[in-house]
């Protein structure tokens, strides 16, 4: 699978359905609340590690993130989602007691939920 269809078919998948902040998601930042299910299909396609980070807005809000770590190097499809000055610290496993930060993402229901969403929402843009 190339880099270039997959971000395509995700970023055309992402719908108020599969960010975590439907409340505030918009057609003008659509990669808003979609980090953690979109680094679990890049996960399903590109293997890889999930890793998580706090995203330091220049407001001195801090939001929980979550991207892929791929034979050495970040890949963060969703990271135009914050305005710019936005400082995303380092990214680390969190999985608490599971054996993945995938594991723990996908442990919450409404997350989970989320993913299979998307998940199936790129496969159908993928088919076409």
């Not at 970023?11 to 990669?31: Q, R």
């Not at 929980?64 to 770590?69: D, I, K, T």
Request: aromatic share 10%; hydrophobic share 35%.
């Amino acid at each position: 699978m190339e880099l270039t269809t997959l971000t395509e078919a995700i970023e055309n998948s992402w719908c108020k359905e599969t960010s975590s902040d439907p409340e505030n998601w918009n057609l003008d930042n659509p990669a808003w609340g979609q980090c953690a299910v979109t680094a679990c299909v890049i996960n399903d396609y590109l293997g890889g590690k999930i890793v998580w980070a706090e995203a330091l807005l220049p407001d001195g809000k801090k939001i929980s993130h979550y991207f892929n770590f791929l034979i050495g190097n970040e890949l963060d499809l969703t990271r135009q989602q914050f305005p710019k000055g936005t400082v995303i610290l380092p990214g680390i496993e969190k999985k608490k007691e599971f054996a993945s930060t995938r594991e723990y993402v996908l442990s919450f229901e409404v997350t989970q939920n989320r993913y299979e969403l998307l998940k199936e929402s790129v496969e159908n843009y993928l088919e076409l």
